[in-house]
């Protein structure tokens, strides 16, 4: 027989466990998304692999498989809204269910406001709130049939601050990632289908290291910001994944969680300690 302490760390393993769970993640090529699916699969989670490298795709379902779980990746432009409904309709005939939706996926054009295009406004939209929201409902839709289910919504610091350096389109979009957040919590909670946010500072990712690379100011400058002393890693959102996507955050819904190394909570003129 168990002793107390052995059956207290199965209960709480427990309430992780996506074991039987299906999980839609985009971006899954690389960076955040990629960190996130492996994650979801490592907890038991079976996944559909969305994004635009093929290649990429291969990858992280390759090291899927190697928890023993199944992965089936999908090349689809987010932006689209014809080729997210296909993407799903490939989902009813491989897994019949969706339990976890993760919305990684998007890019923006930086730009001046009194330069951008309009074109390129639009664009980012698409990519970000457009393309975000037809996933959602798709998946909602679902979920909703089953009375289950949890979807995180990827947004930014610029959710809920300005960031400057060209962001306007960016910061406008994830605005209303974050307010889609809310909405769709408020409507859908009720019913069973949670939805959250993940507002995450900087994260190292490739188009992140070019614009380093082009300005050597700028990692100074984003460290300013960062009182754990660093920028973020994809990895940084795995645990908070699994949370969300699991059991143990049955409570929580239309939250907007900063994952920023303390970065909203440090003052514009405040000054940050190091040993």
């Given at each position: ?10 209960s ?9 769970r299906?999980?839609?993640v985009?971006?899954?090529?690389s960076g ?13 989670a079976d ?6 490298n ?20 999908v ?6 809204p ?19 939706l993760?919305?990684v ?37 679902r979920?909703?049939q ?6 995180v ?17 960016y ?7 974050a ?6 919590s ?13 507002l ?33 890693e ?5 645990g ?5 996507a ?5 409570w ?6 900063p ?8 003052n ?8």
């Amino acid at each position: 027989m168990p002793d107390a302490s052995t059956a207290a760390t199965s209960s709480a393993s427990g309430m992780f466990d996506l074991t039987g769970r299906v999980a839609l993640v985009s971006g899954a090529a690389s960076g955040m998304g990629r960190a996130m699916s492996l994650a979801l699969a490592e907890h038991g989670a079976d996944v559909m692999l969305a994004d635009l490298n093929a290649a990429g795709l291969e990858s992280t379902a390759s090291e899927i498989q190697k928890f023993g779980r199944r992965a089936v990746p999908v090349v689809c432009n987010v932006s689209d809204p014809s080729a997210i409904r296909q993407m799903f309709a490939r989902l009813d005939k491989e897994f019949g269910r969706i339990d976890f939706l993760g919305n990684v996926a998007g890019e923006a054009v930086l730009a001046k406001p009194e330069e951008i295009s309009l074109e390129d406004v639009e664009a980012t939209w698409r990519n970000l709130v457009f393309g975000r929201f037809c996933m959602c409902q798709e998946a909602g839709r679902r979920m909703l049939q089953a009375r289950r289910g949890s979807i995180v919504n990827i947004g930014s610091l610029a959710s809920i601050t300005s960031l400057g350096r060209g962001h306007i389109a960016y910061s406008m979009a994830m605005g209303a990632v974050a307010q889609m957040t809310r909405e769709l919590s408020t409507e859908w909670s009720g019913l069973g289908v949670r939805v959250n946010a993940i507002l995450p500072a900087q994260v190292v990712n490739p188009g992140l290291e070019k614009r380093m690379a082009a300005d050597p100011n700028l990692e100074r400058q984003f460290l300013k910001g960062i009182p754990r002393g660093r920028l973020g890693e994809p990895k940084d959102i795995q645990g908070l994944a699994v949370l969300l996507a699991s059991d143990a955050s049955s409570w929580i819904t239309g939250t907007l969680i900063p994952m920023d190394g303390g970065n909203l909570a440090l003052n514009g003129g405040g000054s940050v300690r190091h040993a």
